[in-house]
T-cell receptor, first 116, second 112 residues
Framework: GAGVSQTPSNKVTEKGKYVELRCDPI?????LYWYRQSLGQGPEFLIY????????DSGLPNDRFFAVRPEGSVSTLKIQRTERGDSAVYLC??????????????FGEGSRLTVL | QKEVEQNSGPLSVPEGAIASLNCTYS??????FFWYRQYSGKSPELIMS????GDKEDGRFTAQLNKASQYVSLLIRDSQPSDSATYLC????????????FGTGTRLQVFP
């Protein structure tokens, strides 16, 4: 596709359940980012991949959060034992160049997670 | 202190006026600065980047950077109702890893 694709667009789950959110970046983009955005807040950095490896995972809030990008394209964000505080829009973005050079992250439409 | 700070607003301006959006950042060695626009219910999109002190103009938008004061601003001339959105300031992190740190955003309302 032309843009960053995220699925599901909406996910409602119960506290304690496991959730997977998928991101398909723009073809050819080597860098992939996960951000989380709560209502009235700016995007909060979670993790960044360069190719298959996590170059920076310093934003993951705790060990319930994990992300993979096994073939350097599609990425999955995994959340174990979900808590109500995990409710947010999870944004994926990709980039073809170093962010410091262009700042251009191409964002998907996000996956809205609601934990009941 | 947050790394990137913005007034959440809303900032209300009449159509045709200049909207001035401000941002401060905490780390003096930050080098790259960006403004993103986010319409309600949509994802952020890049509108301006600035790397050196001074002004940078692009159409109706002007970004201003003052590294000594650790201050970035965005001016929107001839504001239109279609400019109504949240404007996010983003800074490349001090350790130069490839990630952006975003502020909370300022909500701009342009009324006819």
């Amino acid at each position: 596709g032309a843009g960053v694709s995220q699925t599901p667009s909406n996910k409602v789950t119960e506290k304690g359940k496991y959730v997977e959110l998928r991101c398909d970046p723009i073809s050819g983009h080597t860098a992939l980012y996960w951000y989380r955005q709560s209502l009235g807040q700016g995007p909060e950095f979670l993790i960044y991949f360069q190719g298959t490896g996590a170059a920076d995972d310093s934003g993951l809030p705790n060990d319930r959060f994990f992300a993979v990008r096994p073939e350097g394209s599609v990425s999955t964000l995994k959340i174990q034992r979900t808590e109500r505080g995990d409710s947010a829009v999870y944004l994926c973005a990709s980039s073809s160049d170093r962010v410091m050079n262009t700042g251009e992250l191409f964002f998907g439409e996000g996956s809205r997670l609601t934990v009941l | 202190q947050k790394e990137v700070e913005q007034n959440s607003g809303p900032l209300s301006v009449p159509e045709g006026a200049i909207a001035s959006l401000n941002c401060t950042y905490s780390d003096r060695v930050s080098q790259s600065f960006f403004w993103y626009r986010q319409y309600s219910g949509k994802s952020p999109e890049l509108i301006m980047s600035i790397y050196s002190n001074g002004d940078k103009e692009d159409g109706r938008f002007t970004a201003q950077l003052n590294k000594a004061s650790q201050y970035v601003s965005l001016l929107i001339r001839d504001s239109q109702p279609s400019d109504s959105a949240t404007y996010l300031c983003a800074v490349n992190t001090p350790d130069n890893t490839d990630k952006l740190i975003f502020g909370t955003g300022t909500r701009l309302q342009v009324f006819p």
